[in-house]
């Protein structure tokens, strides 16, 4: 948990960075994300001098190598490109030696080292990594307060980031915002991830479902993902991909992955909605997502494929048909929809929704309050679990009413003791993976209840609706009101009273 103290060392670099002409957040997170991956350089290659030390041998993978610096026209070393060196310098050198070398330096790093000689993440994402700061005064100052805070935890990487993106308040483009952290938990948590698992989010921005994705692994299997090195590089290359069409938020996504200790996930550049980037077909057993709800395709940019199982230019049908094809059989998904996508009565709507009932394995259907992605939007949404059968399988179909999730409905989302999130995962683990009295405790349900199960049969003789209005049942409380002599009784006794005492005042006054 991110701390106070944090917090407040935090909001002073970006007070200062705003100060000092850097005023789009997220070229503020971009510019700290550099930093604090040379930061993350200079730690991780001080762990191998201190083992070689310890083992007697040269250092293994250095990241600085040994010798001259050729880009250096001062004749440096790679040595003194490592943030341990280069911050007790003068400001005008410290800005100088990061624009004009370590900057170029970081853009060399990682290249050709996957296994098929292909450049890692960072390095592919690294290679339009632009120096932004104006000033060499500004720079000293960042890197100052930077290496002011402690980061030797993981955990606290961790938050420290997840502040920082906090901090964007305002929605992106093309539909774009962040998906709130705690909303993100109940997802991972209702799809319960196994290390066995390829976790995809072909919508991924900031990367936050395959953060919470690993940090779920860890804390359920994580002996089983450490227990050798095949299952470790496994983790951290062959677990996680993601995909999105903005380079800037695959850098930001990218490091989020770093600071939460997965070293190389697939992380990749591209429109999972053209046809010019079709593929992956049946590629994972696990997605997680909160796609674009804005906008519309061209029928001819819009890949074939996705054409055949839904024809419209719809992004978020779009985006379903995508999942469908992106699923191994068998793989389950977890992801967020607006309301319209439940009841809206265009073909293409109810032509998913049927393929989801009929063809597929609709598990859930949640219905979140309106206020969830504020500030951001005020869109309706709700998450849909669906297993990918290719046969069927639909039997009931759970559906719960969320209406409180922790925190004001309003714009600033200040926390609140009330939240339905508890609740709504044990109710599901009940149902899910509980025993017979769990399962049977959630058959009996009403449908005036926050929870209830909906037949397969019902749904369908309904179009397909998936709106939980259409079957939730609503208890009209009856109030008996007073009959029109007796209100009038008591008004009239109350003029009595009120004349009483004003004669009495009158009579005090004199």
């Known amino acids: 948990m991110i701390t106070g103290e944090l917090k407040s060392k935090i909001d002073r670099i970006w007070d200062a960075m705003w100060a000092g002409g850097i005023a789009n957040p997220l070229t503020v997170i971009e510019q ?13 290659h001080t762990l191998r001098e201190r083992k070689a030390a310890r083992t007697g041998q040269l250092i293994e993978d250095p990241i600085f190598p040994f010798g001259l610096n050729p880009a250096s026209r001062e004749g440096r070393r790679y040595d003194d490109l490592r943030w341990s060196r280069f911050r007790d310098y003068a400001p005008e050198t410290v800005f100088e030696i990061v624009r004009d070398e370590v900057f170029p330096f970081l853009k060399t790093l990682g290249k050709g080292t996957g ?11 690294m290679k339009d990594a632009l120096f932004m700061f104006p000033s060499p005064r500004l720079l000293a100052n960042v890197i100052d307060q930077l290496d002011g805070i402690d980061m030797a935890d993981r955990d606290t990487k961790g938050d420290l980031y997840e502040y920082m993106l906090g901090k964007i308040a305002a929605a992106g483009q093309n539909g774009q915002f962040r998906t709130p952290r705690h909303i993100i938990r109940l997802m991972v948590e209702m799809i319960d991830p196994k290390p066995q698992d390829l976790i ?11 953060v919470a994705s690993a940090e779920h692994l860890r804390e359920h299997h994580g002996a089983e993902i450490f227990a050798d090195e095949k299952s470790r590089r496994r983790f951290n290359e062959q677990t996680f991909h993601g995909y999105d069409f903005d380079s800037t938020m695959l850098r930001i996504g990218s490091m989020n992955m770093l600071l939460h200790g997965v070293e190389n996930p697939d992380i990749r550049y591209k429109d999972s909605l053209e046809e ?64 319209g996508v439940l009841f809206g009565s265009s073909k293409a709507h109810k032509q998913l929704r049927r393929l989801l009932v009929e063809e597929q394995k609709l598990d859930a259907v949640i219905s979140m309050p309106s206020g969830v992605f504020k500030p951001y939007a005020g869109v309706s949404t709700a998450i849909l679990l669906f297993t990918k059968t290719n046969s069927g399988g639909t039997d009931r179909v759970w559906f ?50 926050q929870s209830f199960l909906v037949p397969k049969a019902e749904i369908a003789a309904n ?16 109030i008996e009101h007073d009959t029109p002599g007796d209100i009038l009784a008591r008004l009239a006794k109350l003029e009595e009273e009120i004349a009483a005492g004003r004669k009495e005042l009158e009579g005090l006054l004199g």
Request: charged share 30%.
């Open 32 to 44: 700290l994300t550099y930093l604090l991956f040379i930061k993350r350089l200079d730690e991780l």
């Open 115 to 125: 296994e098929d000689g292909s450049d890692s993440t960072y390095a592919h994402h």
């Open 200 to 210: 995809c989010d072909p919508a991924c921005g900031t990367c936050g479902f395959l």
């Open 276 to 339: 010019a980037h079709a593929g992956d077909e049946e590629a994972y057993t696990v997605l997680l997502a909160n796609p674009p709800f804005a906008g519309s395709l061209d029928y001819e940019a819009t890949a074939k494929d996705l054409l055949q199982i839904v024809k419209t230019k719809k992004t978020e049908l779009l985006f379903l048909a995508l999942f469908l094809r992106l699923l191994k059989t068998g793989g389950r998904a977890a992801v967020i929809v607006p309301d």
């Open 400 to 449: 719960y009413d969320m209406k409180a999730d922790g925190f004001s409905l309003d714009d600033k989302r200040t926390p609140q003791d009330k939240s339905d999130l508890p609740d709504l995962l044990q109710r599901w683990k009940g149902w899910q993976m509980g025993d017979g009295g769990s399962k049977m405790a959630e058959t009996e349900r009403q449908r005036t209840d």
């Open 463 to 478: 179009d397909y609706d998936l709106s939980l209005n259409r079957y939730k049942e609503v208890v009209h409380e009856s």
